[in-house]
């Protein structure tokens, strides 16, 4: 009986963890999706404005890094009709020589550009850029300041904090009693 009690209230423990966690794998107001969390808000900006918007909020410019990922910031950002969004990546340091994330740590890790883009317009296309109509992506002037802003950062999830077990594998749990004889009784 007393083992009953202690498993109900084991699982009603995981349950609440479970739903915990889930709505706190990003901040508030945050998308999340995968291991990431994507923030948009409705101000257009120019490239470095919105990269320094996303680093003062913990995150940083966008970077797309799936086909998967591609679709669904399509999808965040055609239902907010942002034409324009950037992202954060960048070959204003040497031309051609795509490099991405904040720290330009990356060279592409997925590339989905447009139709003969990149094309380096005027000498001074450097900064990427998300089409909403196609999911297609550009070289853009990084000082046009006609672009919106999303921020991604890592969900708790992606940080490995606030790893959920499912309630179904979260008991792995026995009851032991031992007899009038002092031996273990499963
Ligand atoms: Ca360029
Ligand atoms: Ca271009």
């Given at each position: 009986?007393?083992?009953?009690?202690?498993?109900k209230?084991?699982?009603?423990?995981a349950?609440?963890?479970f739903?915990v966690?889930v709505?706190g794998?990003?901040p508030?107001?945050w998308f999340?999706h995968g291991?990431?969390c994507y923030?948009?808000?409705?101000?257009i900006?120019n490239?470095?404005d919105?990269?320094?918007?996303?680093?003062?909020?913990?995150?940083?410019l966008l970077?797309?890094?799936?086909?998967?990922?591609n679709k669904?910031?399509?999808g965040?950002v055609?239902?907010?009709?942002?034409?324009?969004?950037?992202?954060g990546c960048?070959d204003r340091?040497?031309?051609g020589?795509?490099?991405?994330?904040?720290?330009?740590?990356?060279?592409l890790p997925?590339?989905?550009?447009s139709?003969k883009e990149?094309?380096?317009?005027?000498?001074?296309?450097?900064c990427?850029?998300?089409?909403m109509e196609?999911?297609?992506w550009?070289d853009s002037?990084?000082y046009?300041d006609k672009?919106?802003?999303?921020?991604?950062t890592?969900?708790t999830?992606?940080?490995?904090e606030?790893v959920i077990?499912?309630s179904?594998?979260a008991a792995?749990v026995?009851?032991?009693t031992?007899?009038s004889?002092?031996?273990?009784?499963?």
């Amino acid at each position: 009986m007393a083992c009953k009690v202690y498993l109900k209230i084991l699982n009603t423990a995981a349950f609440i963890l479970f739903v915990v966690g889930v709505s706190g794998l990003c901040p508030r107001d945050w998308f999340e999706h995968g291991t990431s969390c994507y923030m948009t808000d409705s101000v257009i900006r120019n490239w470095d404005d919105g990269a320094a918007y996303c680093d003062r909020l913990g995150g940083e410019l966008l970077v797309i890094e799936t086909w998967e990922e591609n679709k669904f910031i399509q999808g965040i950002v055609k239902n907010q009709n942002k034409r324009f969004t950037w992202l954060g990546c960048s070959d204003r340091d040497s031309e051609g020589q795509w490099l991405c994330y904040k720290d330009s740590a990356s060279s592409l890790p997925f590339e989905n550009w447009s139709t003969k883009e990149p094309n380096n317009r005027g000498g001074d296309d450097d900064c990427m850029s998300f089409y909403m109509e196609n999911g297609k992506w550009s070289d853009s002037k990084c000082y046009s300041d006609k672009v919106y802003t999303v921020c991604e950062t890592t969900s708790t999830q992606g940080k490995g904090e606030g790893v959920i077990i499912p309630s179904s594998s979260a008991a792995p749990v026995s009851c032991y009693t031992f007899g009038s004889d002092g031996r273990l009784q499963v």
